[in-house]
C-alpha cells in the first residue's frame, strides 16, 4: 500500500521543500495539500470539525506554489491537491496551471477536487452555494476541452471557451467514461462525504473518491462500486484514497482488505522538529 501525507503547509511550518526531500528520502508515496485563499473573520458556517476553526486553517499556503517548489526538489513523490476549490478559480487559468504543474512533475499530479464547506469564503469568490455542485461540474467540463488533445469548445451553463491552442497538456492518457467521451487531465479524485450526488459526480467526471477521514467505507464503497458501474465505467479502474487518515496497522489492514491501494495520513501543521519525529514514526508503515 502507498502511504502519502496530507498537510497544513503555513508561513509558521517547515518549507514546501525540505518536507518533500524529507518524505522522498524516507519512501513516503506523495503529499497532498489543501486550499483555503482566505478564511472571513465574521463566519455562521461552523467549522467543519466543530468547536473553534484552528488558525492554520487562515494561514495556508497556494497549493501549486507550494506543490511547485515540492515538484522541483523530487523525482518520484507524487504530487496532488486536498482539495482544490474548483468554484473558487477561473477555470482557464486553472486548467493552464494543473497542466502546467503536471508538465513539469513529469505526470506525478493528482487533482483532488471537492465543493468547499465555508459558505463566506466562497461567496467573495461570487459563488451562489446552491448551486456549486453544478458548477464544478461545468467548470471541470471546460478544462477537459482545453486538455483534449486537439482545439475543443465547450458551452455550459455558467462557463464557455472557443476551440482553443492550449499547451501544455496533462501527461496522463485520456481514459473512457461510461457515456463514451473521454476523461482528459490528470488523476482526478472528488473529496467530500459519501452520498447519493457525491457519488453520481464520481462517476460521471472522475477517476475516483477522496474519502475525508476514512471512515464507512466498508457500507459506502459496494454503494458508489454499484454507481460506477451501472454508469458504464471499468469496476477496475475506480480509485479510492482514505484521505487525512489517522493511521494503525488495523486501519491500514482493513483498507487494504477493501482493496484499496493508497491511503493519505494526516501530518501536525507543525514546525521541522516535530514534523520530522512524527514521518520516522509513520516509517512503520511503509
Request: charged share 20%; aromatic share 6%.
Amino acid at each position: 500500500m502507498r502511504i502519502a501525507t496530507t498537510i497544513f503547509l503555513t508561513d509558521h511550518t517547515l518549507s514546501p521543500v525540505r518536507l518533500a526531500r524529507a518524505l522522498e528520502e524516507r519512501g513516503f508515496a506523495g503529499l497532498y495539500l489543501p486550499e483555503h485563499t482566505h478564511i472571513p473573520v465574521t463566519r455562521d458556517t461552523a467549522a467543519p470539525m466543530g468547536g473553534d476553526l484552528p488558525e492554520m486553517y487562515g494561514r495556508t499556503l497556494d497549493p501549486f506554489v507550494a506543490l511547485g517548489q515540492a515538484a522541483a526538489v523530487t523525482e518520484r513523490l507524487t504530487l496532488g491537491t486536498g482539495i482544490t476549490l474548483v468554484t473558487q478559480h477561473d477555470p482557464i487559468a486553472l486548467a493552464k496551471q494543473v497542466a502546467t504543474l503536471d508538465h513539469l512533475s513529469g505526470g506525478r499530479f493528482t487533482l483532488g477536487i471537492g465543493y468547499g464547506w465555508n459558505v463566506e469564503e466562497a461567496a467573495d469568490h461570487g459563488v451562489e452555494w446552491r448551486t456549486r455542485r453544478e458548477l464544478v461540474r461545468d467548470r471541470m467540463a471546460l478544462m477537459r476541452a482545453l486538455w483534449a488533445p486537439e482545439p475543443t469548445a465547450y458551452v455550459g451553463e455558467f462557463s464557455s471557451v472557443q476551440p482553443s491552442m492550449a499547451h501544455p497538456k496533462p501527461v496522463l492518457p485520456p481514459r473512457e467514461l461510461g457515456s463514451g467521451q473521454l476523461l482528459h487531465g490528470p488523476r482526478t479524485l472528488i473529496g467530500g462525504s459519501a452520498g447519493p450526488k457525491l457519488f453520481a459526480a464520481i462517476a460521471d467526471h472522475a477517476d475516483g473518491w477522496l474519502p475525508i477521514g476514512g471512515g464507512g467505507l466498508t457500507e459506502s464503497l459496494p454503494v458508489l462500486r454499484q454507481v460506477w458501474e451501472t454508469a458504464g465505467r471499468d469496476p477496475k479502474s475506480l480509485q479510492v484514497v482514505p484521505y487525512a487518515v489517522h493511521p494503525n496497522p488495523g486501519k491500514l489492514a482493513h483498507y487494504a482488505d477493501l482493496g484499496i491501494e493508497e491511503v493519505v495520513v494526516q501530518l501536525p501543521p507543525a514546525e521541522e522538529p516535530e514534523i520530522l519525529r512524527v514521518l520516522d514514526d509513520m516509517a512503520q508503515y511503509l
